[in-house]
């Protein structure tokens, strides 16, 4: 008699999902069917790409300062930066060569996760085609390039959120330290501490 309990309890609840599937709704988890590319489905703000790169005002203004870590944290090595050099030779902090290969992007994030300076971020947009897919996926750093604005449209709520944390840093900068107490500010080795 215990012997088919197992058996008949799995097949309850198989047969609970199986029924609530066809006569749920489809916000409460139903099956249903889109018509596309007629009717689309709204993508969640989390729902993920391929990454693209902000700038804030023009495309000239990215954020990204070529630091490389998105390049080694990526599993499958699809993205390939080049620090653009100044006229003295010296780092500018900005790519000159920045690209990712969607024929390899596996779209896990890790990119987004890792950078710094709020630059690189999954995409929504997945309609990709090409005719050559060893050449014509490889996307270069103009067509990566979206605006802040258009950030903002696509993932609102993380956007604002990464906006407010930027501004709040910039104002940290400009507001120089207080001085209480009317002495010089000194480093702690300076004023006998350890």
């Known amino acids: ?6 058996v008949l309890k799995g097949m309850i609840v198989t047969f609970k999902n199986f029924a609530a599937s066809y006569l749920c709704k489809r916000d409460e988890g139903g099956i249903f069917t889109v018509q596309y590319p007629e009717e689309r489905e709204k993508a969640i703000e989390n729902f993920r790409n391929f990454p693209f790169l902000v700038y804030d005002g023009t495309p000239e203004k990215l954020r ?3 630091c490389g870590i998105c390049e080694r944290e990526c599993p499958p090595k699809c993205i390939y930066i080049v620090m653009e050099m100044d006229n003295a030779r010296k780092p500018a902090r900005k790519p000159a060569v920045f690209d990712v290969d969607y024929g390899l992007c596996m779209n896990c994030g890790i ?3 890792v950078c710094p300076f709020d630059s690189i971020f999954m995409d929504h947009d ?3 085609t090409t005719l050559d ?4 996926l490889v996307r270069h750093k ?7 604005e258009y ?3 696509i993932r609102p709520l993380f956007a604002s959120a990464i906006d407010q944390k930027r501004k709040a840093a910039e104002e940290k900068k400009k507001t120089p330290p207080q001085n209480t107490g009317g002495q010089a500010l000194q480093p702690p ?3 006998g501490l350890p």
């Open 64 to 66: 990204c300062v070529a």
């Open 111 to 113: 990119c987004e996760e």
């Open 133 to 136: 897919s060893r050449t014509d």
């Open 189 to 191: 080795a300076a004023q």
């Open 1 to 6: 008699m215990t012997f088919g309990m197992g």
């Open 151 to 153: 950030f903002q449209k």
């Open 142 to 148: 103009e067509a990566l390039s979206r605006s802040n």
């Open 126 to 128: 997945f309609e990709v």
